[in-house]
């Protein structure tokens, strides 16, 4: 299975401000998702991360708030715009090859507080 | 509508065998079952998958009846270490732009000494 690191693994910061948390994974991975838990919650799946082009995003979810890159087969980054302390969660990202979307292996989350 | 329905929390103790039944009475033909494991402060990890009758890995079975209307996933002799949120996921693993990935609210495990 694939090891996935994210960076940072916390941070608080404050409204109005943006933050990209970095995904990176040590092998070559078809797919990449971009999930958001909040503390004592299910995950909510926020985009795929398509690599060359723009990320399929989630009902409920708009690429102003969260754009998304994938450079390339291993790395992608995800952007919190604008935060609200609503914004306040722990973002995940999983990787997959297709046909075995439902195997997907996450990484350790980003911590994000919004004061 | 939600994809699954599993027991919101269970408790069992250590050395037993540990039962979590999951719903999915609207399960698709191509759809397969998986679950997963959270510990605090981690990501969720995969589990086990299966698509009908029995599978069994080294970590847990999974049993599957005829309509597959359900699923059982069945941890033998369980230890504090389990005590975990479990989820159950059904859906097709091709990518099907039409398949919402769906995580349920999950069954938190609690295992006593």
């Known amino acids: 299975s694939a090891v996935i690191s994210q960076k940072p693994s916390r941070d608080i910061c404050q409204r109005g401000t943006s933050l990209t948390i970095q995904c990176q994974v040590d092998s070559q991975v078809t797919m990449m998702f971009w999930y958001r838990q909040q503390p004592g919650q299910s995950l909510t799946l926020i985009a795929t991360?398509?690599?060359?082009?723009?990320?399929?995003?989630e009902s409920g979810f708009v690429i102003d708030k969260f754009p998304i890159s994938r450079p390339n087969l291993t790395f992608s980054t995800l952007t919190v715009s604008n935060m609200s302390p609503e914004d306040s969660s722990i973002y995940l990202c999983?990787?997959?090859?297709?046909?075995?979307?439902?195997?997907?292996?996450f990484g350790p989350g980003t911590r994000l507080t919004v004061t | 509508l939600a994809k699954t329905t599993q027991p919101i929390s269970m408790d069992s103790y250590e050395g037993q065998e540990v039962n979590i039944t999951c719903s999915h009475n609207n399960i698709a033909t191509n759809d397969y079952i998986t679950w997963y494991q959270q510990f605090p402060s981690q990501g969720p990890r995969f589990i086990i998958q299966g698509y009908k009758t029995k599978v069994t890995n080294e970590v847990a079975s999974l049993f599957i009846p005829a309509d597959r209307k359900s699923s059982t996933l069945s941890l033998p002799r369980v230890s504090l270490s389990d005590t975990a949120v479990y989820y159950c996921?059904?859906?097709?693993?091709?990518?099907?732009?039409?398949?919402?990935?769906?995580f349920g609210k999950g069954t938190r495990l609690h295992i006593l000494p």
């Open positions: 996921l059904v859906g097709d693993i091709a990518m099907n732009r039409d398949d919402k990935i769906i």
């Open positions: 999983s990787v997959a090859e297709n046909p075995k979307l439902y195997e997907q292996y």
């Open positions: 991360a398509n690599q060359g082009s723009e990320a399929t995003y």
